[in-house]
């Protein structure tokens, strides 16, 4: 199974793609989207929604994992990151993908065992888990720690329904 994890940004949209091989995980790609400041917001919506629409039509992954928006500086800061989450959820929607969204505290939690880890822990693991060279730019290793939650709640979502 691919999965492509997303870390919305209205600056930065971080991706990072995943796949499943039974119980190993193995990276795939990842990155960010840099939007130019100078242009107008909805433009900058849109290279969001297209770069991430491109992403998905080489990478054809079967499912997207979001980092859901807890905490922002101030309400302006939080409805652009709402809108960028929008942009990313839409990329995926229109093309059928199913998209599960996840909290910073459940993506810690699931990539070192704590759910108030610090960002470098998370880094550490991202790069130890997936057998990176280095440790990936901070929005592509956030996505790559979506996809990496995603992994492990697909399989347990999975095995509460055999049980059903």
């Known amino acids: 199974m691919i999965i492509l994890g997303i870390d919305p940004g209205s600056r930065k949209t971080g991706y990072g793609l995943i796949s499943k091989q039974g119980n190993r995980l193995v990276h795939i790609d990842n990155g960010a ?8 917001f909805p433009q900058r919506l849109e290279k969001i929604f297209s770069g991430l629409s491109a992403i998905i039509a ?56 704590t759910g108030r880890a610090e960002k470098a822990q998370v880094q550490q693991m991202i790069k130890a888990l997936l057998n990176l060279p280095e440790i990936a730019q901070e929005d592509a290793s956030d996505a790559l720690a979506v996809a990496i939650c995603h992994a492990h709640s697909a399989g347990i979502g999975a095995l509460l329904k055999s049980i059903r």
């Open 33 to 40: 989207i840099f939007t130019d400041k100078a242009k107008d």
């Open 58 to 113: 080489e990478y054809q992954p079967e499912v997207v994992a979001v980092e859901d928006v807890f905490l922002a500086k101030n309400a302006m800061s939080a409805l652009k990151l709402g809108q960028a989450r929008g942009a990313a959820i839409v990329a995926a929607v229109n093309v059928g993908l199913p998209v599960h969204e996840y909290t910073a505290m459940q993506v810690k939690k699931a990539v070192v065992g």
